[in-house]
């Protein structure tokens, strides 16, 4: 019987798709920012929105993107206003948010195992409900990171320069941090919040070993990150392991293969570059 | 009578609570070229930040006849950082980064068009930099970053181009690269200012020179820089970085 006759299967892989699509596509403008941790930071504060929901009644997956969209909003205000360097306001949700979530599952009368499904991902609890919020939301992040990435890119590449050509730098780095928060949402069932920020990272550095161009790199990204989402699933139900943690071992996999060939390239780089 | 391209009136700046510019009057008019000299710490830097909109500012900024919290034609605006931010952790090419500059054409939906890859694409190589222009921009010298950058900041044909320090420690070919483009720039009428510490070989070009010291214009007045042009040459084959003389100034000097 195939892999893909399960209905579960069926869904997580169409997750799996939309989740390895967009953390790369999102993903690459907060590398080109230098807030690799950003997703980290919004995970934990997703945590936060999951046990919000545990105590309230209401889907996790609603509170959870509700929580960390105003995480990712709050994170740029301090950053834009606030005297609070990118890196401490990262931590500052690290530290609010893991401590927000056990608190409040602890508060809904729940232990804090119940949201190891949230942490590392639980494919097969996946309902069709939140298949299509998981669809409909990856899709808006893909959109969205293609329709403005020369605005994207302009703001990530040079904010200073970006505001004197008139780019509403701030509201495209809200926008940026808030389709970050949603791709943690949305990839919080397949890879879980612990790991979904390495989905958003691993394939770019990946792609940045062998690519020249911000525009190769995005596409690169994307590609290894459809590819490791993929097979990690397919993987992991081969060898009766967790998708999550199988799928990021595979983008880890393409980086150092992807590392290695550029230093076996190097040799060649060098002699170009000298040659101008 | 045409109306001046800045016009700034008493502009103060404070940064941390201290006074940087404490009433400045600057009236830059059509292809006029203009020099902003001081001394680390007057404030010249403040002035064009303020100028271009990216420092909060009292008094008033006109740019083209429009106070600056109103002005929305930034495409006629080219503004090059003394040293700008590319410490971004992904690639990105020359033409990428040039292309990026005629955003300011279309600052909401903005892929760029067939006229911004070709006005893109000459400007590549105008400074130069055709052999690189799919290289990323990490990898090149300082000067042809900055090459890349003046290149950016000129893809709309701005009628006003602000710089601070663009030869500020590049080699002697991007010193000599950027001479022609301002010699060009303002043979076509565009009015430039540009913070200098020193103005060495683009003396000759210069109309005008503003001396800050302390927050404050000391000297308005006429650039002389008899020598200067030949001065230019005297490094253009040197593979050091330019280091120019300070050119003469007419009147009490600071």
């Known amino acids: ?276 | 009578m045409t109306k001046p391209v800045v016009d700034a009136r008493a502009v103060t700046v404070a940064l941390d609570g201290t006074a940087v510019l404490r009433g400045i009057d600057l009236v830059v008019n059509a292809g006029e070229f203009v020099a902003i000299l001081g001394a680390n710490g007057s404030g010249k830097s403040t002035l064009v930040r303020a100028l271009v909109g990216l420092v909060p500012h009292g008094g008033s900024i006109r740019l083209f006849g429009t106070e600056l919290s109103h002005f929305r034609d930034h495409h006629r605006l080219g503004y090059m950082a003394q040293r700008p931010d590319i410490s971004s952790g992904v690639p990105a090419t020359v033409t990428e980064v040039v292309l990026s500059g005629a955003l300011s054409r279309r600052p909401f939906l903005g892929w760029p068009s067939r006229t911004d890859r070709a006005a893109g694409a000459d400007l590549i190589t105008r400074v130069g930099m055709e052999r690189h222009a799919h290289r990323p921009i990490a990898n090149l010298s300082g000067g042809q970053q900055q090459r890349v950058h003046i290149a950016r900041a000129l893809i709309t044909e701005p009628d006003l181009v602000v710089m601070d320090e663009p030869t500020a420690g590049v080699d002697a070919e991007s010193a000599a690269v950027f001479a022609d483009l301002l010699a060009e720039l303002r043979e076509r009428g565009t009015a430039i200012v540009m913070v200098a510490h020193e103005l060495g070989p683009l003396g000759v070009l210069v109309d005008r020179a503003v001396h800050i010291v302390d927050g404050l214009v000391e000297y308005d007045g006429p650039a002389t820089g008899p020598g200067t042009h030949d001065h230019a040459h005297d490094h253009s084959h040197t593979s050091e970085p330019s280091r120019p003389n300070p050119v003469p100034i007419e009147g009490p000097l600071p």
Request: hydrophobic share 60%; aromatic share 6%; net charge positive.
């Open chain 1, 1 to 276: 019987m195939s892999v893909l006759s399960y209905q579960f299967m069926q869904y997580a892989l169409i997750a799996a798709i939309i989740t390895g699509l967009s953390a790369p596509a999102i993903g690459t403008f907060i590398v080109q920012r230098r807030l690799a941790l950003l997703g980290d930071g919004l995970g934990h504060v997703a945590l936060t929105g999951v046990a919000l929901g545990l105590l309230t009644g209401v889907a996790p997956l609603t509170t959870a993107i509700i929580v960390a969209i105003g995480g990712a909003i709050l994170i740029e205000v301090l950053r834009a206003y606030g005297r609070t360097s990118g890196d401490l306001a990262l931590a500052m949700l690290f530290y609010g948010g893991i401590a927000g979530g056990v608190l409040l599952t602890n508060l809904a009368g729940e232990s804090a195992a119940t949201l190891n499904q949230y942490l590392f991902g639980s494919i097969i609890t996946m309902s069709r409900a939140d298949l299509t919020i998981v669809v409909a939301l990856g899709v808006v992040v893909v959109a969205l990171s293609l329709i403005f990435r020369p605005q994207f890119f302009a703001v990530c590449q040079d904010e200073a320069h970006a505001k004197v050509m008139g780019i509403r730098v701030q509201l495209f780095g809200i926008l940026i941090a808030v389709l970050a928060a949603v791709t943690i949402t949305v990839a919080m069932r397949t890879v879980g919040l612990l790991l979904v920020s390495a989905l958003m990272v691993v394939p770019v550095a990946a792609a940045q070993q062998l690519s020249r161009s911000f525009k190769s790199t995005h596409f690169a990204a994307m590609a290894i990150g459809l590819f490791a989402a993929v097979t990690g699933l397919l993987t992991s139900y081969q060898i009766d392991a967790q998708p999550g943690p199988t799928i990021v071992i595979i983008a880890l996999v393409v980086f150092v293969l992807a590392a290695l060939t550029r230093a076996l390239l190097r040799p060649t780089s060098t002699q170009e570059a000298k040659n101008g």
